[in-house]
């Protein structure tokens, strides 16, 4: 049906480089084509009763082609990860380096995997981070304080320790694929948001005294650091054993009050678990 081969990359990414033999096109291209000449309305036709010979004049090459690639790659795409035991953690890069018709044509897919955690002494870093973060709410004489203590501004300050101690300790490269995938959606939904003010792109670099390398520079850090936490965090999880009970998730269900929002809630219960599976974690990093 095709054949591959697999290139390690740097930061857990591998690159396949596929080629679909001529005869494996064909195939699909007829599969392809009798599927929209079955959804294709003509005057004169019921729908799906459309001759071969009239459908061939409205269906254009491009548009066979198209659903041929929808339906043939992911079936590829699959059988590879299964074969090699890959795990992506976000969607694949895919471009077509050859597609001629008639001939064989090469595909090239690039995968971005878990990256490898070195995580050192966790617990050590944690009670370190609580012991600065604690020493500077200690009040010396010329230091201002609050008349009210606010205790989830203390914690969260304890938690910024904690993570950023994580961070700096802890070994691990992010695949410059889940980088750059999340930096093209962070640059359209920033596009997007100052056309709606009314702002060019220029006008909104200067408000801001950036230049675009350096906002995408930025963009890039804040990515990367994101996603490193939420891998040392799951692996802090994974190290000692956190999970959520169906009684968690229950009970954060039943705290929505309206029935439409639960209902959606229902729908995304892996996302909630993710979310409270996270927050236990957190909490057990206070608690050392």
Do not use: C
Request: no cysteine; hydrophobic share 35%.
């Amino acid at each position: 049906m095709f054949d591959y081969q697999i290139k390690k990359l740097p930061k857990k990414t591998f690159e396949l480089l596929v080629k679909i033999p001529q005869t494996t096109i064909k195939d699909e291209y007829k599969n392809s084509f009798e599927r929209l000449q079955k959804e294709l309305e003509v005057e004169g036709f019921r729908k799906g009763k459309v001759p071969r010979a009239i459908a061939e004049k409205h269906l254009k090459k491009e548009a066979i082609y198209e659903e041929t690639i929808k339906e043939l790659l992911p079936k590829i795409y699959q059988d590879i990860l299964k074969k090699e035991n890959l795990q992506p953690i976000i969607n694949p890069k895919i471009e077509l380096v050859k597609e001629k018709e008639n001939e064989s044509w090469e595909v090239k897919i690039t995968i971005a995997g878990r990256p490898t955690i070195e995580l050192k002494d966790y617990k050590t870093i944690v009670q370190k981070a609580k012991a600065k973060a604690k020493k500077e709410e200690i009040w010396v004489p010329g230091k201002t304080s609050d008349t009210k203590p606010d205790k989830e501004k203390d914690k969260q300050k304890i938690i910024n320790e904690i993570l950023n101690g994580l961070l700096n300790e802890t070994e691990l490269e992010i695949s410059d694929l889940i980088v750059e995938d999340e930096l093209n959606r962070r640059l359209t939904q920033l596009l997007d948001e100052i056309q709606k003010i009314g702002l060019t792109v220029e006008a909104y670099l200067k408000s801001k005294n950036l230049t675009m390398d350096q906002l995408k520079e930025r963009f890039k850090k804040e990515i990367s650091d994101t996603y490193k936490l939420e891998f040392i965090l799951q692996e802090i999880a994974d190290k000692e054993e956190i999970k959520v009970e169906k009684a968690d998730i229950d009970k954060l269900l039943s705290a929505i009050k309206e029935e439409k929002e639960r209902k959606l809630a229902e729908q995304n219960a892996y996302f909630y678990a993710a979310v409270l599976r996270k927050q236990k974690t957190l909490d057990f990093l206070l608690s050392l």
